[in-house]
């Protein structure tokens, strides 16, 4: 998977700053995308449109459960976000819509807003294509990758799987 | 090696003698509660994968509090939806306007939390119900959707890290002061993944609604859930609300394994108050002193209930709140505004100046019932201060106690809250 990196490089994103809450009165995609990262960069709309890949730092999507957080960013474009490391119940939003949510450690340190990178997931590699760096991330857990390999919790579930 | 509370509750509920911390189980679910703005998008899920019953419909608690009364048309068309698919599938447990209130308020009040029982809930505050001992999550919708549909979820066993609080709880600190401390050493991610118990003597003389208190902010820390031990004071409280005596008590052994053991002495503690825009970002109220509010908010889930509206109006009690101050009291449930009403503490808010309004996590999540403009400033008794978290993000939200939230309306700045107890 291949794109252009849109790079936040602060600490504890939370799923209010993602999706405001004077959104939630919808849930659909299409509807809630355009509000995406609203209250903290006015600007991503614009940087949606050159990038798929969003970046940031530690405890991404920390607080409020709401799973609007993983439709508004995955409305906008965003096709896998990678940070440092990530709340728990956006994790698991994240693995249960088949969202990929990737931990690197020093992730932000090596991009830069705009770099073009690729994730490997087989290798378990993110490449910084214009800087020429390699990083090595954790592999998903085994359940979370057959999850995510089913298209979701539900797709799981309605195969029998659980 | 011995058991955590936690582990003993996951093992129980998958049928296994003893699970360890990192293993993935499918657990049973005891009690589903759905609100309003998470439930819609999963009964969406279940159409959209051909499921048309639920697993128990005796099992679904369906509280609709956040955006209630109806904020907007389309508030009011995700409750009519979930009321139409409520009748559809046999739901009875449903809380209307009049018997409604905040999910996490009223769960417990209508006798549905039970000790070593398991609870899930599209809220990151569903934390709140481990104060009685039971593991008590917040999921996304999606995973309400799989428990709704099956009676089970998957959850990676999580490690627990055991918070023993001891001393003398000094004049003006409340649990919510304690909990904000904890959070601090913590961090806002120092518990992710993991289970949070509280323990130590102050803990152990605690109410059940300071306990609440506790376990409400685990999450603040990342917590998966926060768990106290059930004791004479939980029973109590069950019986009070009319729980019937058939649950199992889990308790973590001497030999169990804690990931990390935090002591904290609170003898020393003042009030605290947490500045924007982390409830971590915690320091002395008399740090904060003379900071100038726009609005007071006392409420929520963490701290809109009996115990706390009573600080509230011993603080208010034939004072005034400062002119430029718009103080909003909500209580959290009706049972609570009631009861509140009768104690004649309805009265004393409003006779200092405030105002009282029905159930609602409204303003807490910058809902409805209280939104803050640009360049305001709440002193809020909620459990988040996140940019934006209350209306315009060039708001800012100062989290502190009921007591702190009281006193600093009375002065139309941030305010110590021993000088009027």
Redesign the interface.
Known sequence: MKGRAIVYERNHINTDEIIPARYLNMDNEKDLAPHAMEDLDLSFQEKVKWGSILVAGENFGCGSSREHAVWALRGAGIKAVVCESFARIFYRNCINNGFLAIECEGITKYVKNGDEVELDLERGEFRNINAGKTLKFHPLPKFAIEIIEAGGLMSYIVRGSV | MGATLVEKILAAHSGRDKVTPGE?V?ADIDIIMCHD??T??AI??LE????KRVFDPDRIVIMPD??VPN??I??AE?VKRIREWAKEQNIKNFYEIGRHGICHALLPEQGYVKPGTTIIC???HTTTHGAFGAFAT??????L??AL??G?L?F?VPETILVEIKGKVPDGVYAKDIILKVISILG??GA??KAIEFTGEVVEQMSMESRMTMCNMAIEA?G?VGVIEPDEITFDYLRRTGVEDDFTIYRSDDDARFSDVIKLDVSEMEPVVAFPH?PSNVKNVSEAEGIRIDQAFLGSCTNGRLEDLRVAAEVLKGRRIAEHVRMIVIPATTEIWKQADREGLLYTFMEAGATVSTPTCGPC???HMGILASGERCISSTN?N????MGS?ESEVYLASPATVAASAIDGKIADPRKYL
């Open positions: 993935i499918n703005v998470t819609t998008p969406e899920l959209k994968y051909g499921i956040h955006f904020k907007d389309k508030a995700m599209g809220d990151s917040g999921v996304g919708s999606t995973d959707a799989a549909a099956t089970k998957w990676k806002v991610d992710t993944y990342g998966k982390l999540l910058g809902g988040r996140f940019v934006g978290r993000p």
